[in-house]
Each structure stands twice: as C-alpha cells, then as structure tokens.
C-alpha cells in the first residue's frame, strides 16, 4: 500500500468513504444525521466485509479447483472476540479505514470499541479455537470451523456489593454483520426414538433409526481473513430451527399450543452456551447441543465431500476432523452412523474411515472435567448412538483381551461405558477410542497423560498421544491489542515477527540498550496509564501508573489459587499494618475472571476478593502502596487492555493443574515478567525465556505426589507458619467481612482440612518469590531488560508454530495458497471471473 501515489490513495479512500454512506443509507436506512454509534459500527463493518467478500468466493474457488484436504475443527466454544479491528489488521486496511473515517467525521477507535463481543466460549479451549482459525489461514491451510451459534452467550459478569451476578449476554441484539446465513445449507437433526431393523433388496440386513423428532440445523459463516494474504477460512456455526415453520397437522387437530411447544423446544437447543468449565453438568440440553453440532457438521462435511467425489471411501483423504476436547465425541458413533446407515458402507468399512478422519485433542486432566453421560439418558436421546458404541466397544474390548489376556482391570478402564457404579458413557474413552491420534496441549501435560489419565491407551498404541504446545495468535494479542509495542518492535527488527514469531529473537541484542530500554518502559507505561485512567473513569479508583501492576485474569477455580494471591496481598497487608513507616514495592493487584454459575467456592473466592479490596483500597495506611481492582466481566476485549499494561503475569495454578494455560503466553509476548509454578506451559515457557527471566516457585508434580502419598496435612503449614497463620486469621476473624465470621469460613475450612490444591504447602516459596519480585522491580534496568527478554523469546508460542506442528504431526495437510495478491484487493470489493480464464474483469 505504501508505494500507492497520492492521487490513487485519495480515490481509495473516497471510494471507501462512499461505501460507508451507502451502507449507512442502504443497510441500515440512515443518514448521517440520525445515525447511531452502532449505525455507523455497522455501515462500517459492512463496507470491510464486501472487501473480504471476493477473497472468500476466491478461496472457496480454489478449494473447488485443488480438492486439498481440509482441516474441520470440531468445537463446542469459538471465543471469537471483536472482529472489526482484527479484520481491518489482517486484511491490511486499518490506515485506510481510519482516514476514511476521521474524513467522515468519526472516530474508527470509538467505532471498533462500540463492538459487543461475541462471547461463544468461556475459556481457554474456546480462544485457542479462534487463535488456531486465524493461524490456519494466515498459513493458508484450508479450513472450516464448526460451532454453534448461541444466542446467549457466556454470561456478562456485574459485580454486586462484592458477589458475582449473572446477566444474559444478547450479543446479536444489535446486529451481527460478521455472519451470513445460509439457508440452503441446512440439515436435518434427529433425537429420540427407537431403532429397527429392514432387508434390502438385496436381503441385505440393515438398521434403521426412527426418531420422535426431527429439527433443522442452519449454518451462519463468519469468514476468517489470514494476515495479509487471500486465505480466508471460515467459521460456520449451526442455528436450530424447528423443522416446519408450523405443524399444520397439529394445528388442524385444535392443538395449537403443542405445535408452538415443539417449535420453541427446537429452537432451545442453541439458546445458551453453558457457562462451566472443568465441571461437568449432565444436563441433557448439552447432549443435544454436542450430538446438533456434530451431525450437522459430519452432514456438510459428506455433502461437500459429495459434490466432488463419487464416494467415500477416501474421505478421509480430503477432511480431517479434529475434535476439540470429549464435546464434540459424539461424532464417532454419528460418523459411523452416517457411513453405515445411510451411506450403506460395511461396518468395518466405516470404521476404518472414521479412525483415519478424526483426531481428538484434550484439554483438562480434571477428572471432575472428563465428561460422561448417564446410560439411560443417552440411548433415550440417541439409541442408534448408543447401539453403536455397543458394538464398537465389543469389538474394541475383545482387542483388549487378546493384547492382555485376563486383566480385567484394563477391560474395566478402557471401556467405554462405566460399570463401575451406575452406568455411564465414557466420552474419553469414546474419543481416544474413534481417533487417529490423541494430543495433549503442552509438554508436561501431554507426559502426565500418558503417565496416568490415558496411561492404558499409550501401552495400547504407543506413539498415539502426541503433544502439540498450545499457541497464541501474535496478530490479536499484539498487533491489534498493543499497537505501541507494534509500531516500537516493526521500527527495531522490522515486520516479518508478525508471520514468523522466532523473528522477535533480534531484539535481544537490544535487551540493554539504554535508548531502547527506555522506549520499551515507555510503551509499557503508556499502556499502564490507559488503563489507570479506565479505572479511574469507571470506578473512581486512582492510581499511579508507576506502581508494578500485578495480574491475574482467567477463570476463577480453585486449582488456579486465586486465593494464594490474596493470601501474599493480606501478606503485605499485615506487614505495613505492624509497620506503619515500612516501604514497600507498591503494587496494582488486578484480577479477573468468572466463576460457574454454580461454582460455590469460586464465587465465594470473588467474594473474598472484593472484600480484601474494599478494607485496603479503602485503608490510609496501605491505599498508597496496595490497590486491588477486580475488573468485572472479564472478556476477550478486556484481554486487549490486560496484557500490554502488565509487569507481572501472576500463573499459579498447583503444578499438574493447568493444561497448559494461554494467557501466560500473551502476558509474555507483551513484555510482563511471569510469576508461576512448574505447571502447563509454564515450563516451556521458563525453557525459552530462560530461567533467570522467570520468578519460579512451587512444588514439582513429582513432590506434590509424594507429598499426597505421604498424607498432606496442611494444618501443620498452617502451625508452623506464622505469617501464614496471621493471613488466615484475618480472614478468619471476619476482618474483611466487618466481623462476620461465616462469610468466609467455607474458604478457611477448605484451606485448613482439605487443601486440595496445596496452597498452604506452596505459600512461603510464594512469598519468598514475591518479596524478590519486589526487589527486582526496584531495579528498572534489570527489569526491562527481562521484559525485553520475555517478548524476545516467546517466538514457539506463536499460534503458526502450533498449526504447522498439527500439520505435521497431526493432521498431514498442506497450505492451499490462494495466489492473488492481497495488495489486489478491488476496491469495490466485487471481483468477477470470467468463466474461462478465472481473470478479474
Ligand atoms: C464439561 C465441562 C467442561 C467445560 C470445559 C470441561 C472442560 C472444559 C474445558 C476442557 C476447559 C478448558 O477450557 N481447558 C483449558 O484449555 C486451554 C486450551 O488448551 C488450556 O490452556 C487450559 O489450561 C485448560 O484449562
């Protein structure tokens, strides 16, 4: 865009100008002069997806036209985040939108702010999913995302007089432009019923399914634009609809409101995205939302295969379907279905195409997270389903029993349904059982996998678990969150970082220079200070934005230690309370994050936090150097503010918790220090930053299983420990709860009796490892230096690296590259072939 003359650049831009009034005028029946905020967001957001438009049909083209094999990542959860601003990176058109904007009288930053974020995911399994689209098809590997559309997504989080409350999140009240519908996509869905038996004419004998309902599945497609080339994927989520607008035959018999009923229930399915995380709610709802996603998308996935082959036999060889955690492990029985039931394959068949098309990825070593569905509930909803896994598991147990004759043990793990007490549907098993290879999401926990939790499936089928390390786009969680940084490291080692993230190694000759040092703390404090005056405008709490801002955001659980955080910060609290005239290293603690709905302790741990917040922001002796701020409703968005101001990245789970974490990569690439344990990707982390450049605490996996083996008995931590005990005791005492001493007493009994998590055992290695945080932070050289240091070797945690590796590892495909260059854009945004010679017109 840079070598374009003037004159040209001009008409770009008036060209774009006129776009957005037409779009204003024509789309949303407006002119500039009632026009709302979200008008023009829209008008906006609208000209920028016509310009995606053709490079999409482009890629679809060419995807006709190659036949690769194409990725179809399987998730429950896309946690997409704002698109406007992404899209405008990738696409290369931020300058241009701007200018055109500001000519127009608007202000592009206050339109891109104004988008409500689709919040169709509630952690980090559902973030990882979009980091991977964009890596997909910034590397230009074909491929398509499978979700569904959630009218209500992840719950907005108010905080209210210090608890945590849930309001319904209508992120498409005001318009989606992103998605397209499109009806002529849809499919059928089945549920319920009984299964029988006929003979073809052949007299072959054969099964067939008769369900009690049917409803329709339509897709809505997000196009997904790579960073700066003619890939653009797309992200298609699944709507239900009933199947008739109206069954008129119930309407004739009078019964009016039962034909309204089964319309209603139809569209319930895709309702409300279930807020948990790592605990399971055997809610039939979300087995009908998993087996909905999975049979539309195995449906599409055939029909495209379909329309250009003239059977399945090679299926396999053309999608590649990559399961994201047990949600969507349905799809072994459903794939097998369709290739048995309807597509008429012999079993074995079938089933040798199945294990070659799926893959399974999972994401929790929680055993209250592994998912299974009582027995009776699943064949009620699905009984073809449910007959299936009979007979794979049948076959797959007597493979057992042959590989390890009489151990009845193994037969009683591995199978895929639970005997144990009442009975259950193993998805695990079910998925480990349907895959062609099973990863886990970081080195350590890819180990403990095949350690413990899927030990008997390493023995099985060594080289089956692989590991792929998660990764973060450094699109989103740079470029487009931290423009300062952005422009400061393209101005040092130029632009190629943002393809290929190792490039960021030429900054470390810089770590100690002092010019450089000095525009690196300045960005940091700039950010810091963005944020200091969002707080200060939101909730009238002012701070210095000198102070090392401290912070911890994800969800809230108790494996992450939240708590072990607020016991450093009463810590500090009661050190300056002994000593009024002690000076410390004065500190920013932010947290955020969401707790399940029906997480007690969880919401008693934000409780406890806005409670500690309250006596000390609010106490003269300790306000100047302690602040505590709990940013409600932790987002995606707020992300985008989080990690560029960030000097420590608190990562503190007990060590074999966290599968691998993804924050603490943005936290890094953004230049924080991290504190953590030996945990997920932490460790990688540590490898690469260097293990001077991270503060390390905490027990190993190994001595927290000996240390269990050995009977853990937190209350002599608690004895022996005296500013351990004085933390507890305030909380205790009710000294945060003006005196209440219940308010809290489930959090303090949990510590002292059970401790699942080991606070207690990690706490003075903690404190230790915080008081020499402090030191260092005095320290500005050495710190930035460090800072330096942490962004200049997290090059391994880009997304890109993660996707080549499934690519490899995995998946076994290749990048389709769509040749246009992306410098072509037409203007317009409508590019015609001609049909002949496929040139622009
Ligand atoms: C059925 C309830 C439920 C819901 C969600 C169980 C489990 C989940 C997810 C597997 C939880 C999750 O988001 N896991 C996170 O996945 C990230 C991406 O791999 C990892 O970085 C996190 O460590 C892991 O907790």
Redesign the pocket.
């Known amino acids: 865009m840079t070598d374009m003359s003037p004159d040209e650049r001009n008409r770009r831009i008036n060209k774009l100008k006129r776009a957005f009034a037409y779009n204003l005028f024509c789309r949303q029946g407006v002119t500039s002069r009632s026009a709302s905020l979200n008008d023009y967001y829209l008008a906006v957001s609208y000209t920028l997806r016509d310009r995606m438009q053709h490079f999409f049909v482009n890629s679809v083209e060419k995807l006709l036209e190659k036949d690769p094999k194409i990725v179809c990542y399987l998730s429950a959860e896309f946690l997409t985040g704002p698109h406007l601003h992404n899209n405008l990176v990738n696409l290369g058109l931020y300058e241009d939108f701007a200018q055109a904007a500001a000519e127009t009288g608007l202000n592009l930053k206050e339109i891109i702010n104004h988008e409500e974020e689709p919040g169709l995911g ?5 973030r ?1 999913a979009v980091c991977y689209l964009d890596s997909l098809s910034s590397l230009q590997i074909p491929a398509i995302g499978y979700g569904i559309r959630y009218e209500y997504g992840m719950f907005n989080q108010k905080i209210v007089n210090g608890w945590q409350k849930e309001f319904s999140d209508r992120w498409l009240h005001q318009g989606n432009p992103w998605e397209i519908k499109k009806p002529v996509m849809a499919c059928e869905v089945s549920f319920g019923g009984r299964t029988e038996i006929y003979h073809t004419e052949k007299g072959i004998r054969r099964i067939r399914w008769r369900p009690t309902r049917v409803i329709m599945g339509v897709p809505y497609d997000t196009p997904i634009p790579g960073y700066k080339v003619n890939t653009v994927n797309y992200l298609r989520l699944w709507s239900t609809e009933s199947h008739t607008s109206f069954d008129f035959s119930e309407f004739n018999t009078g019964d009016y409101y039962s034909a309204v009923a089964d319309k209603l229930k139809a569209e319930a399915i895709t309702k409300i995205l279930y807020p ?6 055997g809610k039939q709802l979300r087995l009908q939302q998993q087996f909905f996603l999975v049979s539309c998308s195995l449906q599409d996935m055939i029909r495209l295969h379909l329309s250009r082959h003239s059977s399945l036999h090679n299926f396999y060889e053309h999608f590649q379907g990559q399961l994201n ?1 047990t ?1 969507p492990a349905v799809a072994v029985p459903e794939l097998m279905r369709l290739l048995v039931d309807i597509h008429l394959y012999d079993w074995d068949e079938a089933w040798k195409i199945t294990r070659k098309t799926l893959c399974y990825t999972n ?2 070593l929680l055993p209250e ?1 592994m ?1 299974k569905w009582p027995l009776d509930l699943f064949g009620s909803l699905l009984p073809r389903h449910l007959e299936i896994i009979y007979e794979l598991n049948r076959c797959f147990l007597d493979e057992v029993r042959i590989k390890y004759p009489g151990d009845d043990g193994r037969l009683q793990r591995m199978s895929v349904i639970d005997e144990t007490g009442p009975r259950y549907v193993r998805m695990v098993n079910l998925a480990c059982m349907g895959a062609k290879v099973i990863n886990g ?1 970081a080195a350590l926990h890819t180990n403990l996998l095949r350690k413990h939790t899927l030990a008997d499936w390493d023995a099985m089928y060594p080289g089956k678990i692989r590991n792929v390390t ?1 990764g973060v786009t450094p699109r989103r969680w740079i470029a487009v969150s931290n423009p300062r940084l952005t422009q400061l490291i393209t101005e040092a080692i130029g632009e190629k970082w943002l393809t290929n993230l190792e490039e960021l190694r030429r900054l470390e000759p810089l770590a100690d220079d002092a010019a450089f040092q000095e525009a690196w703390r300045k960005v940091k404090e700039e950010n810091k200070r963005d944020f200091a005056e969002l707080m200060e405008c939101r909730d009238n709490i002012c701070v210095d934005p000198s102070v090392m801002f401290d912070v911890q955001v994800k969800r809230i659980h108790e494996y992450k230690r939240q708590h072990l955080n607020i016991l450093h910060i009463i810590t500090l609290y009661s050190r300056i309370k002994a000593n009024p005239s002690l000076r410390i290293t004065p500190r920013l603690f932010v947290f955020g994050g969401k707790a399940a709905p029906g997480y007690f302790m969880a919401k008693r741990i934000i409780k406890l936090i806005n409670s500690v917040a309250q006596v000390i922001n609010n106490d003269p002796a300790v306000r100047d150097q302690i602040k505590i701020f709990f940013i409600p409703n932790y987002s995606v968005k707020i992300g985008h503010i989080v990690y560029p101001m960030a000097n420590l990245s608190e990562q503190i789970s007990q060590a074999g918790m ?5 924050g603490n990569m943005k936290f890094s690439m953004n230049g924080a220090l991290t504190i953590g344990t030996l945990d ?2 932490n460790v990688e982390i540590r490898q690469e930053v260097g293990q001077e450049n991270f503060f390390l605490f905490g027990l190993t996996v190994e001595q927290i299983m000996e240390l269990r083996q050995k009977g853990y008995r937190p209350m002599d931590y608690y004895q022996n420990n005296e500013s351990l005990r004085a933390a507890i005791e305030l909380i205790r005492c009710g000294h945060f709860s003006s005196g209440d001493r219940e308010l809290f007493k489930s959090i303090v009994d949990s510590l002292l009796y059970d401790d699942r998590y080991m606070l207690l055992a990690d706490y003075q290695d903690y404190i230790d490892c915080q008081d020499r945080v402090s030191r260092l932070f005095e320290d500005k050289k050495s710190w930035t230096r460090m800072s330096i240091l942490n962004t200049a070797r997290m090059g391994k945690f880009s997304s890109d690296r993660s996707i080549l590796e499934y690519s490899r590892k995995v998946w076994d495909v290749q990048p389709c590259p769509v040749e246009l260059k992306w410098q072509e854009l037409p203007e317009d945004g409508i590019l015609f072939h001609s049909k002949d010679s496929g040139e622009q017109a």
């Open positions: 509630s952690g980090g399994l559902g990882l948990s995380d790592e605990q399971i709610e955690d949600h994401h929790t997270a998912e999401v998660n966290e599968a691998s974490g993804t997920g990707a």
